[in-house]
């Protein structure tokens, strides 16, 4: 599997898996977004220097999604979203991975990983946890996983 930068080229792809109903169920925000309305934030996602979005491939075919918004200089939100067809097959592990070690190689000024997920969001809840990420702090229904990518 690779991470690659996203593209202009992915940009309707995202959006399909995006407004699958499997994933609005499971995202904090669950609404159907418009095509119009995902390109327009796609298009400003991409220019931000603060936010990271890469795709997923694994032999030719994008698997899934994977995002970081760098927050207070040292930490990196992540949001990752499986392709509908790639989904059950471990793959945001292997995301999970391959991105710790793009972050700890390109962005040393970033310490910790956090993950805001829905309670009911078990699958990802156990996604990140095997992945070293632990309970932080509980917002309403939000989970916060955080982990430190580098020993005190």
């Known amino acids: 599997m690779i991470l690659r930068d996203v593209s202009h080229e992915d940009f309707v792809w995202v959006w399909e898996c995006r407004n699958d109903e499997t994933t609005r169920k499971n995202s904090i925000s669950s609404k ?28 030719h075919e994008r698997i899934g999604i ?3 918004d760098v927050e207070d200089r040292d930490t990196a939100v992540i949001s990752i979203n499986i392709a509908p ?14 991105l710790e070690v793009l972050i ?6 970033i310490r910790t990983l956090k993950a805001n997920i ?3 969001n078990l699958i990802s809840i156990k996604t990140f946890t095997k992945s070293g990420f632990s309970l932080y702090e509980e917002v309403q229904e939000i989970i916060i996983l955080t982990k430190s990518l580098y020993s005190s």
């Open 66 to 68: 994977i995002r970081f």
């Open 85 to 98: 067809k790639s989904r059950g097959r471990g793959y945001s592990q292997h995301m999970l991975e391959h």
């Open 104 to 109: 700890k190689s390109n962005y040393k000024d």
């Open 32 to 59: 159907i977004i418009s095509l119009e309305e995902h390109l327009q934030w796609m298009e400003e996602s991409i220019l931000l220097s603060e936010r990271k979005m890469m795709i997923a491939v694994e032999e």
């Open 118 to 120: 829905k309670k009911e």
